[in-house]
C-alpha cells in the first residue's frame, strides 16, 4: 500500500524517461495487485503532480476505497494518539490515519517517505506516520521507497 509521499517522490526523483524499467516493474506490480493506494493517497498524488496521476490512472492503480472498516481503524489510531475532535497536533493527519488504517485493514506492507522521527515526541499527536505505524497496537509494517526497491532485488536496465 503506497503512500502519496512515496509515489510522489518516486515519480520526481525516477523520472520515466530516464528510468522506463523502474517504472514497467512498478506496472507490472500495479497489474498483478501488488500495489495499491488508498483513494485518499491518490487523490494527493493526482493534485499535487497531475502527471504522475495520469499514468497511475493509465496502468489502472486500484485505488483502495475508504469503507466503515478503514474509518472504524482510523478513529481507534485517533484515540490511540490521544487526538479529540479536530485537534490534530504536528504528527499525522486525518487522510495520514485513513491511509494506516487501510494498509492495516488490508493486511498490506506500507510504503511511505515520511521522515522518520529518530527521537520520539513525549505527546502521541505529534507522531508522524511511520511512529503511528510501529506502535504496538497498530504494527504495519511500513518501509521507505528505497527499501521497497532494494527488497524486490529487481535488477532495472
Not at 485517533?78 to 493527519?93: A, E, N, Q
Amino acid at each position: 500500500m503506497f503512500d502519496a509521499s512515496s509515489m510522489i517522490n518516486a515519480w520526481n526523483n525516477y523520472p520515466i524517461e530516464q528510468f522506463p524499467g523502474l517504472w514497467e516493474w512498478m506496472e507490472t506490480q500495479i497489474r498483478n495487485g501488488l500495489l495499491a493506494m488508498p483513494s485518499v493517497a491518490l487523490e494527493e498524488v493526482e493534485k499535487k503532480t497531475p502527471e504522475c496521476g495520469s499514468w497511475l490512472a493509465l496502468v489502472q492503480l486500484g485505488a483502495h476505497d475508504i469503507d466503515n472498516a478503514i474509518l472504524s481503524e482510523a478513529l481507534r489510531m485517533k484515540s490511540l494518539l490521544g487526538i479529540v475532535g479536530d485537534k490534530y497536533g504536528g504528527g499525522v493527519g486525518e487522510n495520514d490515519l485513513l491511509i494506516i488504517a487501510t494498509a492495516f485493514v488490508t493486511g498490506a506492507e506500507f510504503v511511505s517517505d515520511e521522515k522518520r522521527q529518530n527521537n520520539l515526541p513525549s505527546s502521541p499527536y505529534n507522531y508522524k506516520i511511520p511512529a503511528v505505524c510501529s506502535l504496538p497496537d497498530v504494527a504495519v509494517p511500513c518501509v521507505n521507497f528505497i527499501e521497497y526497491l532494494k527488497r524486490s532485488q529487481q535488477v532495472f536496465r
